[in-house]
């Protein structure tokens, strides 16, 4: 194709991350998107916006641009200097990327960009209003990922406008965060520390991390994963990152990338909620999203192997007890150090959990912290008989969960707690087996709550 021949910019698709292909047809062989080719790609438009004609840079994305007219590309690498005449194009401000999380109401704000600029015009007046806003504009100039609502946080923040409206400050909390963020500084507790995991080429490392408004991912690439591998962090440490840029996770949430210049810092002194405050207590939570909770692993089966893309992985069953309500777990050898990484009666931090079905499954970024050592009678709790079937077993019931129970235990309505006992899975069902208990007098253990239809799933 002869240099200057006219390419329909409508056919130039981007990926994921704003960064523009070239088609085949016509071009040669090109397959690489161009930020890791010899490139570089300026755009200059003439935008009509609230401030009348202005120029304004930023990145072609299909989101950020609607192209009513064709351009012109050359057909050799563009030079430093050199610009790619879009034609006529509009800025359409409204429709940003959807892969980025921009509702701050998800965001834990409660807040939208217009309700936020009318409290800066009824606190501080027009001139408050206009030099935010033409931060806002150069603040997405110099950044094109950036949301509109994340440049108005930034810009509002330097300027001191929302500090005590909106609670900014020099660390934002981790519910307050959106997509597009650079030179960001969180402080948090640390959950679980992954790493150095085999991305391809690369080495990625992953610190996870809680203040009480959500957690998030910590992620490092290279020698910097190198770095937080072996930097001794452990679950429950404060920490504050600084200088970091938000991303979108593979979940629809949000990571923390680290770029050059980002650090890690003791942060003891800064008021962070303790370690049992950050997990989840009560089961089932929110389906879909990354789950940390504390829990006592009560019962583990053998281990079975699957062959997949020519390996073997090895694969254990774990019934979990989350205050009480019991719990399926599969525990992968390739998500953990092996799936003797659990231990029957003791309590452990896990981390990054997925949850479908009313089960769990380890994933990659998996976190698994020893805690202390637990027993039948503070896992379990009070026992109550439902049922009393010598011939076949037992129904049994904490208040969370029910029980399949084999062994002598007394008859229907009476309370007991177990001091000795084991778990055995047989098919998908887990008996327990009673050895030792206490009778207890008086003491009284209700139904467990009914399940509404809708929140039935299969396997429960």
């Not at 935008?47 to 609607?66: I, K």
């Not at 401000?93 to 939208?112: M, T, Y």
């Not at 089961?283 to 062959?307: C, H, I, N, Q, W």
């Not at 084991?422 to 087996?433: K, N, Q, S, T, Y």
């Amino acid at each position: 194709m002869p240099a200057g021949d006219p390419v329909d910019v409508r056919r130039l698709n981007c990926d994921r991350n704003g960064h523009p292909r070239l088609p085949r047809d016509g071009l040669g062989d090109v397959s690489e998107p161009l930020r890791s080719r010899p490139y570089r790609l300026t755009v200059r438009l003439e935008v009509q916006d609230h401030h009348g004609q202005r120029p304004v840079h930023f990145a072609p994305t299909p989101e950020r641009l609607h192209l009513s007219q064709s351009a012109r590309i050359p057909s050799r690498p563009f030079g430093e200097r050199e610009c790619l005449n879009l034609g006529s194009a509009q800025r359409q401000p409204d429709r940003l990327n959807p892969h980025i999380r921009r509702s701050p109401k998800a965001a834990g704000l409660g807040v939208s960009f217009d309700a936020i600029v009318e409290r800066i015009r009824q606190r501080h007046g027009e001139d408050a209003v206009r030099r935010v806003l033409e931060g806002v504009e150069e603040a997405i100039k110099r950044d094109p990922r950036l949301t509109r609502f994340g440049a108005l946080l930034l810009v509002a923040n330097e300027l001191g406008y929302l500090r005590s409206e909106v609670g900014l400050r020099s660390s934002l909390r981790i519910g307050e965060l959106v997509g597009g963020l650079r030179s960001v500084s969180v402080v948090g507790r640390v959950l679980g520390v992954k790493g150095p995991l085999e991305r391809g080429t690369r080495r990625m490392a992953v610190l996870r991390i809680s203040d009480g408004t959500g957690s998030i991912d910590v992620v490092a690439w290279g020698s910097a994963a190198d770095l937080v591998s072996s930097s001794g962090l452990r679950a429950g440490q404060a920490v504050r990152v600084v200088g970091a840029r938000t991303r979108e996770a593979h979940d629809g949430g949000l990571e923390l990338h680290l770029d050059e210049g980002s650090r890690i810092e003791a942060a003891e002194h800064h008021e962070v909620p303790e370690l049992e405050e950050l997990v989840v207590r009560r089961f089932p939570a929110g389906a879909g999203k990354a789950l940390d909770l504390m829990a006592t692993v009560v019962g583990l089966s053998g281990e079975r192997t699957y062959a997949a893309s020519g390996k073997e992985l090895g694969v254990r069953d774990a019934l979990l007890s989350v205050d009480g309500a019991l719990v399926y777990l599969s525990v992968w050898s390739n998500h953990v150090e092996g799936t003797d990484a659990l231990e029957e009666w003791t309590d452990f931090l896990l981390t990054s959990l997925r949850q479908r079905d009313g089960e769990l499954s380890t994933t990659p970024r998996t976190c698994v912290t020893r805690l202390s050592p637990s027993g039948p009678e503070e896992a379990l709790g009070p026992l109550r008989v439902v049922t009393h079937r010598p011939d076949f077993g037992h129904l049994l019931t904490n208040g969370k969960s029910y029980l399949l129970a084999r062994g002598s235990v007394p008859g229907p309505g009476a309370v007991i707690s177990v001091r000795s006992c084991r778990f055995v899975r047989e098919g998908r069902h887990w008996w327990l087996e009673i050895g030792d208990y206490r009778e207890l007098q008086g003491a009284e253990v209700p139904e467990p709550e009914a399940v509404p239809l809708s929140d039935l799933r299969k396997g429960m």
